[in-house]
Each structure stands twice: as structure tokens, then as C-alpha cells.
């Protein structure tokens, strides 16, 4: 298993495949149903990386998302600055994340599809296979592909054809109550990459937790729904895998993946667990942490303004890195945004992606929202993260221990099907004490040896 250094891993991710989504990078959290139009911000060509000698659209596109207040804030601003640089109005559509895969599958089928939407890498080739996204390749030429991370080029691309841009990456760590490690007499968390926690330490500072904080659960994962794939980390920790070198065979029939299942089941069976934070529920660990009724989440950078915001002077936190066992790894998340191929106004759309991309756009959304650029130009560059930039090296340090063998496993087209069976057979497992760790992996085997 090769780990990738910073820059390596930021340039290419070491990889032919790209660097998928891992999940689509919202929790739900602050994703309420709108319809809203960009009205603010700059038409300045300096800010916005817009072109003054571009010539003028009309009419409007719809861009259909979750997200954050942070995030829709940030595109609505660069909505604003397209409308006043190209003059084509950007309405953009706020959905729950965890209704956004229905209500777009549900309008395509309809014929009645927005004219660009955000979705994660994974789910692009299939949403791709199915016709459903616009080849962009006259608009989007190798100039412009070279721009962006090779890895994350090819995941929105589809037999060499672009059907839309990537957008930004992400990843998880470990938020933490500094006043629940307090209470608990937990003084030292990592704070180097190299010195992050084993399992067995780990579970050592939950049973502290436990036993002092019993108003709170010590910890919960972030596996809900779309994100259920992120238990691969813990696979990938245990020194398992999900498929072989081919990509042909399911490889969980192991003593590392049993390991892993018998590790994540037993947090759940000791108390350690938030016991209604499973995986078929939308119940986020972001939105629980706030209110103190956990002490430790696992959780993506993205989600750092909205959890600043909801806890505001409450109470402290922070962020380590996640615990390792054999190895270390963690998911790359982020998301593209792709055009439709039945856009009622497709020009005006494929301009927008463009546009959405741009250095200076790019880079003003990432810092707004605590993400990380896919640009090659942006690689080295200092960004200003407007919340708790205190916190972002961690999650960049985090980010660099993405395993190659999981990205390639988790951009392939089969995964949106393979994320599935997790969310199929991990539910019943962790709510269930007395299901056993051979027939869920028979189950996932068989799932997922079928969506290949």
C-alpha cells in the first residue's frame, strides 16, 4: 500500500484513476430546500477571474447543490460576478443532501433536469454511463484539462470526454470537546501525523470519555448514507483491501477486513458509539457534536464553519488525526459540478463551470468554505481560510495518507453500486449486536462482486 506525499499527492494523487468523492462531501446539515439567485458580489474580472472581452450570454441556468451556508453563500457570490461579467443569471438551487441524488435521478428521468449540478466524484461515471451529462469536449480542450489535478480530471471525464469540472477535495479527521478531554484527564492528542493514535489507544480515550462524560456518547463516525464508504478507512487501517490489483475480485474475505468489522462493531457493542448513529440515517455526527451529546466526531473540513458557527463560544474544540492501525488512510473527498446534456441552456451553463473554476474562484470558495483547491496553480498557493484556519493543516497532513488502491476502488464506475451494499449490510451489522462479522462480509462480497 503507497501513501503519497503532499505535493505528489496534491499534483496527481499518484494515480491513472481519479480521486473520487468520496462521498459526497456534505453532511446535510444547513441544506435546506431554496430556489435563490446570485445578488451579491463583485463583476470584477480581477476577483472573479472573469474575462471582460468574453462575449454576453442570457437567459438563466439553474445550479442544483447542497451544502453548507458557507458554501451556497460562496456560490451565489460567484453567481453574482458571472451574471455581471457575462450577463447570464445563475439560480441556485439548495436541496438536503441527503435528497439530492433523488430529486436529480427523479428530474432526468422526468426530462426536466437542472442545467449543472454538484455531485461527487464517485457518482459522475455513473450518471455519465447513463447518457445523462453533456459531452463538453469542444468547450473544454487539453489546455484547459491540464489546469486541473490529472486525478481528478479523469474523474469527470468519461472515454475522454469532459461532462464537467472538478471543484474541490477534501478529507476527514478528528474533532474533539477539549472540555469533555478535560473533565475525562485526557492532556495529550496527537499533533503530529506520525503520532496519531492506534486503535487500541484510541478506544482507550473513549472508555475515558465514558466513564467521565456520561451525559455524551465518546464518539461517532461519519458513515451516513452516501458516506458509507468512509468505513474503508477503517479497512485500509487494518492493512485490508476491497478489490484486488485487477479491480475484478472482492478481497474482504481477510483476517485485516475481519479485524476491521470486528474493531468498528465493538465500539457500538462497549458503549463507544453513539448508538443511534448508524448508516441508513440521515443523523450526522456535525450536527449532534454542537450540542455536546458526543464528544468526538470523525468529520470532513468542510464542515468547519458550520460547526464553528453552531457552536460558537459553547465550548472548545479541535481536531487530530484519525487512528491508525497497520497503516494510516483516510478518504479524499470533494465534489464536481457537471453539466446536463438536457440543459435548456447549455451555453450559458458550460460558461458558468468554466467560470465556477477559475483560480480566483476557486480559490474564494475553498477559503470560504475550508476546502481544498484542484488546480495546479493553486497548489503552493497561501490560502486565507476565513474559518479556523488553525485547523486545516491537520486535515492536509490527513489527506496525504489516501491509500492508491482505495481511490482507484472508489472512482471506478461500479461504486456507487459498492457503496450501496455498505449501506446495505454495515447498517444491519452495527444496529444489530448479534450479527456476525462472516455473514457480513459474505453479504458485501456478494453485492459487491455483482456491481463489478
Known sequence: MSHLDRRSFLLTAGLTAAAGSLAVCSSGSNGTSSSTSGSTGSASSSA????STAAPLSGTVTLTTWGSDQEVAAFKKIAADF???RGAEVTVEVLPYDQIRTVIDRRLQAGNPPDLFRVSYTDVSGYASNGALADLSDAMDSAFAGQFFPALWNAVTMDGAPVGVPHHTDTSAIAYN??????????SVPDTLEGAWTWDEFVAVLEKLKGAVPEASPFAFNYQLYGAYRWFNTLFQAGGTVLDADL?????????AKKALSWTQSLYTKGLHAPSVLVKRPTYPDEIFPTQKISMIQTGDF????LDAAIGKKFDWGVTYLPRDAAAATDLGGNAVVVTDQAKNKEAAIEFAKFLVTADNMKYFCEQTTVLPVRNDLVD???DFATRPDLMPVFQKQATTMPDALVKTTTMSAFPAINQALVDNMDQFLSNSSASVDSVISGLTGAIQKAL
Open 48 to 51: 472573479s477571474g472573469g474575462s
Open 83 to 85: 451574471k455581471a461579467a
Open 178 to 187: 477539549k472540555a469533555h478531554f478535560a473533565k475525562a484527564g485526557i492532556t
Open 248 to 256: 475484478k475480485n472482492v478481497t474482504l474475505n481477510t483476517d485485516q
Open 303 to 306: 464542515l468547519i464553519p458550520s
Open 381 to 383: 498557493a497561501k490560502l
